[in-house]
């Protein structure tokens, strides 16, 4: 999924050293890179309709033409995001690092009060429940992260409301000499 987002300063602070890694007992979190185009591929294009339901605001993502090309530019691009701290994509693998079954999204809320706005997605016949995912996910953010007020649309706020809501300005395309590299 791609979106354009610029984190304020104080979206995590500077001493702040984002997790690289996650490792549970059902799957693993690793910083989503390029390396995972294929893996991640296989699961967005496996997972297109669920996923048109879970990004509201994104229902064109993914579309069925999407190439293995344009994945990859997606991930450069989230990759380019995490490296300068303007938000936070992670791939969610099975434990063997065999299988991608989702991704995890961490951004600068657009909607106040919050200091954090989290979206996830899992593959069709993933390993393991949505719910599970939530609640581990709820617990690391918690305790890892700088974040006191996390907010999950489309789970916890329901779409409409999460569009109506008082807006912050965060959107800010990533310069082309940042998606090069990585």
Same mark, same amino acid.
């Given at each position: 999924?791609?979106?354009?987002?610029? &984190?304020?300063?104080?979206?995590?602070?500077?001493?702040?050293?984002?997790?690289?890694?996650?490792?549970?007992?059902?799957?693993?979190?690793?910083?989503?890179? !390029?390396?995972?185009?294929? $893996?991640?591929?296989?699961?967005?294009?496996?997972?297109?309709?669920? $996923?048109?339901?879970?990004?509201?605001?994104?229902?064109?993502? !993914?579309?069925?033409?999407?190439?293995?090309?344009?994945?990859?530019?997606?991930?450069?691009?989230?990759?380019?995001?995490?490296?300068?701290?303007?938000?936070?994509?992670?791939?969610? $693998?099975?434990? &063997?690092?065999?299988?991608?079954?989702?991704?995890?999204?961490?951004?600068?809320?657009?909607? *106040?009060?919050?200091? &954090? *706005?989290?979206?996830?997605?899992?593959?069709?016949?993933? *390993?393991?429940?949505d719910q599970a995912v939530w609640v581990t996910l709820g617990h690391w953010l918690k305790h890892a992260w700088p974040f006191s007020k996390v907010v999950w649309p489309g789970r916890e706020i329901p779409w409409s409301d999460w569009r109506s809501g008082p807006?912050?300005?965060?959107?800010?395309?990533?310069?082309?000499?940042?998606?090069?590299?990585?």
């Open positions: 999924m791609t979106t354009a987002h610029f &984190a304020p300063p104080d979206f995590v602070p500077r001493n702040f050293v984002p997790p690289r890694l996650f490792v549970t007992q059902s799957f693993r979190l690793e910083v989503l890179h !390029p390396r995972h185009n294929l $893996l991640d591929y296989d699961a967005v294009m496996s997972s297109e309709a669920s $996923l048109h339901s879970v990004f509201a605001d994104h229902h064109d993502w !993914p579309s069925p033409r999407m190439t293995l090309a344009e994945n990859g530019n997606d991930l450069r691009e989230h990759y380019a995001e995490f490296e300068l701290r303007q938000g936070f994509t992670y791939t969610i $693998l099975t434990l &063997a690092a065999s299988r991608c079954i989702g991704c995890l999204y961490i951004y600068p809320p657009r909607i *106040e009060p919050f200091d &954090a *706005e989290v979206f996830f997605w899992l593959r069709s016949g993933a *390993e393991v429940s807006r912050r300005e965060v959107g800010k395309e990533l310069p082309d000499s940042v998606l090069t590299s990585g």
